[in-house]
């Protein structure tokens, strides 16, 4: 199992654990008298959580092939989903859609060209740039049968708050491919940015929340 080390070490959680279990092993060997049972028990404790901890970050975690990052396997998906839509009324609201989460795609793969470290977090955010098409899609179709008001107004404010999510998704790619690409001009410097991690898992968090189903509600008006 090959540790992605330079990864782990750009998570601030990284280093606030090895110190956390630094000052708790110590602590346990004053308040024993360094016996040697605190000694092996302490150090086995210490051990196993940063081992559980930097698992997440070996190289097997992220297949090489059958992911989302290939281009034409997130085409087929996104074709599945436009087979939902067909060409009525809907359909150009449905290309636009259709377009932020293909760029997102291009933008994601530009990232990783660049810092192949932060692959498991883009095939993470291309997940949810699916769903979040799927979603789009869904509303577009639900608008071709749902037939009362109520629930007409309800679908159209579920499918705008969906596309304002997947407009975010894309242009916040799109900001984080031009850092990537920025910070190669100063790589020479040393500079590291490490943000892009955590923007990527505020991103991804963000994404989930939306995708989350709406929870039904007894005062729901009815027509």
Excluded: C
């Amino acid at each position: 199992m090959t540790i992605l080390w330079r990864r782990a070490f750009r998570y601030s959680q990284t280093y606030f654990l090895i110190g956390g279990a630094a000052l708790g092993y110590l602590a346990l060997l004053v308040f024993t008298g360094f016996r040697l049972v605190s000694l092996v028990v302490g150090g086995a404790i210490v051990a196993i959580m940063l081992m559980g901890w930097f698992r997440q970050f070996h190289r097997d975690r992220v297949p090489t092939t059958g992911n989302l990052m290939e281009r034409e396997l997130f085409l087929a998906r996104l074709d599945g989903i436009a087979a939902k839509i067909g060409k009525g009324e809907n359909s150009a609201g449905w290309q636009e859609a259709y377009r932020w989460a293909l760029d997102s795609h291009g933008a994601a793969l530009q990232i990783a060209e660049r810092d192949p470290l932060l692959l498991p977090d883009l095939v993470e955010t291309l997940v949810t740039v699916e769903a979040l098409a799927d979603q789009v899609a869904s509303s577009y179709f639900a608008l071709t049968q749902v037939q009362t008001d109520t629930y007409r107004g309800l679908t159209q404010q579920h499918l705008a708050e969906s596309r304002d999510r997947l407009q975010q998704t894309h242009n916040q790619l799109q900001q984080l491919r031009d850092q990537v690409l920025l910070s190669q001009l100063t790589q020479e410097a040393g500079a590291d940015d490490g943000s892009l991690p955590t923007r990527l898992q505020v991103l991804i968090e963000a994404n989930k929340t939306a995708l989350q189903p709406v929870e039904s509600s007894d005062d729901q008006p009815s027509k």
